[in-house]
């Protein structure tokens, strides 16, 4: 029965069938096809063209970093497909966070992989009831997926000599999670970051009662992320760590473009600036007016 219901769910969603969906015109532009490609170690890039996986090999198989949209999953699977991979050696699905653009597909990719999905706590009930009560995406639910192992901040998941370190860098979701790993570069050992998010993305700051302590998070995330490293950044959308633009200089041959130890700083920076300015525009948009 839940093999059916889930068939359902996918046909619905990749039929464009959720009509009153506000993110309709954006799905499609982030789900145009984009071929996958090697981006340093064994790490892999199988997602689409605005919303991120990543499929990190190993000898005793695969882990794959978010689900992208429900509609994204023909071509995650037949982007690993194109590499040379088979889908039965991915064992291990990881989120970066529970909104429908990054878990919609988790759940087909778990069915037709036979995959495990770690998440944190906090994202959890997002992922199982495929429903979050705040911010635009609370708009647009996703497919449910059962969570098979609840990862910890500072836990770890380790799979065929690889291990992956998850932060939980709430905010943009209670749970969102950065994980980090290091990949053997030529002589080089370099550190990785899979970023979750900090971008308020319309989430409400003030009064948000769903999620009271959201500011705080925030705060607690920006300050975290600012004493962390990574050589390699990279994101759930291809435009937050310059994707395609890293890619056209790969084809000049120039050094790998995604070794970039400084991308992680900028970014955070960037990110706590945007986020000021909004919590400073709803702070004013809700004062008592005189």
């Known amino acids: 029965m839940k093999r059916i219901l889930l068939a359902i769910a996918f ?19 982030w789900n145009k096809p984009h071929k996958p490609f090697h981006v340093i170690g064994n790490i892999y890039y199988v997602g689409a063209t605005g919303v991120s996986a990543f499929l990190i090999t190993t000898p005793q198989g695969h882990i794959l970093t ?24 991915v064992k291990i699905l990881l989120n970066s966070h529970a909104h429908f653009d990054h878990s919609g597909g988790l759940a087909k990719l778990k069915a037709d992989t036979g995959a495990k999905l770690y998440a944190s706590a906090p994202d959890k009930p997002i992922l199982e009831s495929g429903h979050i009560n705040f911010g635009p995406a609370a708009n647009t639910d996703s497919v449910p997926v059962k969570v098979d192992t609840v990862v910890a901040d500072g836990g770890t998941v380790s799979l065929g000599g690889v291990t992956l370190t998850a932060h939980v860098t709430a905010g943009h979701t209670p749970g969102c999670t950065s994980w980090t790993t290091s990949v053997k570069d030529g002589n080089a050992t370099r550190s990785v970051m899979f970023f979750c998010s900090m971008s308020v ?72 600036m945007d986020f000021n300015t909004e919590m400073a525009r709803q702070q004013a948009e809700t004062a008592p007016k005189p």
Request: aromatic share 8%.
């Open 11 to 29: 046909a619905l969603a990749a039929s464009g069938a959720y009509a009153a969906d506000p993110f309709a015109q954006t799905r499609l532009e």
């Open 66 to 89: 978010d689900g992208a949209l429900p509609e994204s999953v023909p071509q995650i699977e037949a982007n690993i497909k194109a590499l040379g991979f088979k889908l039965s050696d």
């Open 201 to 272: 993305a319309g989430n409400p700051l003030i009064g948000n009662k769903a999620y009271p302590r959201i500011v705080s998070d925030y705060r607690a995330s920006f300050a975290r992320l600012k004493k962390m490293k990574a050589d390699v950044f990279l994101a759930p959308h291809g435009n937050q760590f310059a994707m395609d633009e890293k890619l056209a200089k790969v084809k000049t041959g120039a050094p790998n473009p995604f070794v970039d130890s400084g991308e992680l700083s900028r970014l955070v920076a960037k990110a706590e």
